[in-house]
């Protein structure tokens, strides 16, 4: 690359007393070279620094991060290339326990500032890696797209969008997604017995049903399309006692207690049997169940199916694009910070990437921005960012010369 050619000919003119100042990729604005900012010193490091740095990367780290910083290793990240002050502030949070990863700590313990100060400045000097092209798919993925395709196979039964035209067949929207899921589980396992449902999600991941939950969740409800066979005006005088939980109107507000509002009557009997029966198990809605005798159950079901079904409250996930336009004002265009204390993502590893969000989700990576970024992404969400991050292209930290000290 022309820079390498350029940090060669800066190295000779270092000797004669001036120091490099490195410069993120598009010139922002940089902090000035001798800025009183400790946390900035390995921005201003000279020539001779990095040559310092290189020695020490050669004998105590090339051997996980690669030979120029390149990483061939699972969950080990690409440091060539990264921002400068970003690298040394890292370092510094592993030698005080800050940031946790025993490989590290060991790897800096005996290390004093200075020489953390180079490495970070030689790493950061480094030409940065070339995008992946792993895992393609995954970052077009859409859950919304994929739980509709994936509940292709259920419209049958369920009705397009999840409202019912078969008597007996539950509605699928208005539910809380928690509360959907929960029921493919249970027919999976066998907690809930129906053997025909327990063949129609054998095939069906983990991860596909939250994306028809999803999808069924923002659908705009409708009452099932079926009919009542009871009065719903007594219904409703016998479900009194029913709203504590299912709520008014029967719009549930808790996610594991579903809503009844617009569903199939039928199917409402057929649950209530089933609880009176014991063939569905929950200790709550047996002894309910067994004080109702089927006319009241017939009665309850027409009120219910009668109501008008509502939305649960669930966000419309952010497609990827819209992800890394809200990551991309810290970590820069595409992953290309121009703060050189914010970590570029561009290029760098997926899996590393996909293992830093988790950590700052789960808190084992401490950091305040960090985990209220990443607190609501979902795993598949996690996922794409990762993906795509690794596939965009790395811009080089460019280090310049600046006048002496
Ligand atoms: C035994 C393998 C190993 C050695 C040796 C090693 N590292 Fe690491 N390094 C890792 C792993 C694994 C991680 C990721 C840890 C984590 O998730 O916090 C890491 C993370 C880092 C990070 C954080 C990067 C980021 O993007 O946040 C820096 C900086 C770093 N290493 C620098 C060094 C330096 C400098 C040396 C030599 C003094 C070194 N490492 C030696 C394995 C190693
Ligand atoms: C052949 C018809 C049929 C097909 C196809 C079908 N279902 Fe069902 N589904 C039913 C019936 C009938 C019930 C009620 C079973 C019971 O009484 O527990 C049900 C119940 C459910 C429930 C429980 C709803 C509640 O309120 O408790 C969920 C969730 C569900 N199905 C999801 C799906 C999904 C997802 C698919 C596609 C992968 C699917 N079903 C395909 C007939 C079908
Ligand atoms: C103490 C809280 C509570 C009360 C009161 C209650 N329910 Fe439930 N109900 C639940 C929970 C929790 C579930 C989900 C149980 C499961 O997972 O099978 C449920 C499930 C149901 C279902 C199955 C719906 C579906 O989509 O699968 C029906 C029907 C139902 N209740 C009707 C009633 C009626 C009618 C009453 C009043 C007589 C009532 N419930 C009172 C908590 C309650
Ligand atoms: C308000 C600024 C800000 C925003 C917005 C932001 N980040 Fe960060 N990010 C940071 C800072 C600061 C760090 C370094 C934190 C540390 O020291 O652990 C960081 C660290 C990271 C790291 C670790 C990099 C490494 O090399 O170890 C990843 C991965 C990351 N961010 C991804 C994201 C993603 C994905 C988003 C969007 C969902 C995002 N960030 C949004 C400021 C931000």
Same mark, same amino acid.
């Given at each position: 690359?022309?820079?390498?050619?350029?940090?060669?000919?800066?190295?000779l003119? &270092?000797?004669?007393?001036?120091?490099?100042?490195?410069?993120?990729?598009?010139?922002?604005?940089?902090?000035?070279?001798?800025?009183?900012?400790?946390?900035?010193?390995?921005?201003?490091?000279?020539?001779?620094?990095?040559?310092?740095?290189k020695?020490?990367?050669?004998?105590?780290?090339?051997?996980?991060?690669?030979?120029?910083?390149?990483?061939?290793?699972?969950?080990?990240p690409?440091?060539?290339?990264?921002?400068?002050?970003?690298?040394?502030?890292?370092?510094?949070?592993? @030698?005080a326990?800050a940031?946790?990863?025993?490989? +590290?700590?060991?790897?800096?313990? *005996?290390?004093?500032?200075?020489?953390?100060?180079?490495?970070?400045?030689?790493?950061?000097?480094?030409? %940065?890696?070339?995008?992946?092209n792993?895992?393609?798919?995954?970052? /077009? &993925?859409?859950?919304?797209?994929?739980?509709?395709?994936?509940?292709?196979?259920?419209?049958?039964?369920?009705?397009?969008?999840?409202?019912?035209?078969?008597?007996?067949?539950?509605?699928?929207?208005? @539910?809380?997604? /928690? *509360?959907?899921v929960? #029921?493919?589980?249970?027919?999976?396992? !066998?907690?809930?017995?129906?053997?025909?449902?327990?063949? +129609?999600?054998?095939?069906?991941?983990?991860?596909?049903? !939250?994306?028809?939950?999803?999808?069924?969740? &923002?659908?705009k %409800?409708?009452?099932?399309?079926?009919? #009542?066979? !009871?009065?719903?005006?007594?219904?409703?005088?016998?479900?009194? =006692?029913?709203?504590?939980?299912?709520?008014?109107?029967?719009?549930?507000?808790? %996610?594991?207690?579903p809503?009844?509002?617009?569903?199939?009557?039928?199917?409402?009997? =057929?649950?209530?049997?089933?609880?009176?029966?014991?063939?569905?198990? =929950?200790?709550? +809605?047996?002894?309910?169940?067994?004080?109702?005798?089927?006319?009241?159950?017939?009665?309850?079901?027409?009120?219910?199916?009668?109501?008008?079904?509502?939305?649960?409250?669930?966000?419309? %996930?952010?497609?990827?694009?819209?992800?890394?336009?809200?990551?991309?004002?810290?970590?820069?265009v595409?992953?290309?910070s121009?703060?050189?204390?914010?970590?570029?993502l561009?290029?760098?590893?997926? =899996?590393?990437?996909?293992?830093?969000?988790? #950590?700052?989700?789960?808190?084992?990576?401490?950091?305040?921005t960090?985990?209220?970024?990443? *607190?609501?992404?979902?795993?598949?969400?996690?996922?794409? &960012?990762?993906?795509y991050?690794?596939q @965009?292209?790395?811009?080089?930290?460019?280090?310049?010369? @600046?006048?002496?000290?």
């Open positions: 690359m022309k820079r390498s050619a350029q940090t060669l000919i800066l190295a003119v &270092l000797a004669t007393g001036m120091t490099i100042l490195a410069y993120s990729p598009n010139g922002a604005a940089q902090p000035v070279a001798n800025s009183p900012e400790d946390d900035l010193r390995a921005v201003n490091a000279s020539s001779l620094d990095i040559a310092e740095g020695r020490l990367a050669d004998a105590s780290c090339s051997s996980c991060h690669g030979a120029k910083g390149i990483s061939n290793n699972k969950g080990t690409h440091l060539a290339g990264q921002r400068p002050a970003y690298l040394h502030l890292e370092l510094r949070a592993y @030698q326990g940031r946790g990863s025993p490989v +590290m700590q060991a790897a800096v313990k *005996f290390l004093s500032d200075d020489a953390l100060v180079k490495v970070a400045a030689y790493y950061a000097s480094l030409d %940065p890696a070339t995008p992946s792993t895992r393609p798919t995954a970052a /077009k &993925l859409d859950p919304v797209q994929a739980g509709k395709a994936a509940a292709s196979g259920c419209a049958g039964c369920h009705g397009e969008g999840g409202v019912s035209k078969t008597a007996g067949v539950p509605n699928l929207i208005g @539910q809380d997604p /928690k *509360f959907l929960g #029921a493919m589980q249970a027919y999976k396992s !066998g907690q809930r017995k129906n053997d025909m449902m327990k063949t +129609m999600l054998a095939a069906v991941s983990e991860t596909e049903m !939250g994306n028809i939950a999803l999808y069924y969740a &923002l659908q %409800p409708a009452r099932a399309q079926t009919t #009542a066979h !009871g009065d719903a005006a007594a219904g409703k005088t016998a479900a009194t =006692d029913c709203g504590g939980c299912h709520g008014d109107h029967g719009v549930s507000g808790s %996610p594991a207690t809503s009844l509002a617009g569903q199939d009557a039928d199917y409402l009997v =057929d649950a209530l049997k089933a609880y009176k029966g014991g063939t569905r198990s =929950d200790e709550t +809605m047996k002894s309910l169940a067994a004080a109702i005798e089927e006319p009241a159950m017939k009665n309850i079901a027409a009120y219910y199916s009668s109501l008008q079904p509502q939305p649960p409250k669930v966000r419309k %996930p952010l497609t990827t694009a819209e992800w890394v336009a809200r990551c991309d004002r810290c970590h820069g595409n992953g290309n121009t703060d050189p204390r914010f970590p570029a561009a290029a760098q590893r997926a =899996d590393y990437i996909d293992k830093v969000l988790h #950590a700052y989700q789960k808190g084992e990576r401490k950091n305040t960090m985990a209220a970024m990443a *607190f609501g992404l979902t795993d598949a969400e996690i996922d794409n &960012l990762a993906t991050y690794a @965009q292209k790395a811009r080089a930290v460019v280090f310049i010369t @600046q006048p002496g000290k």
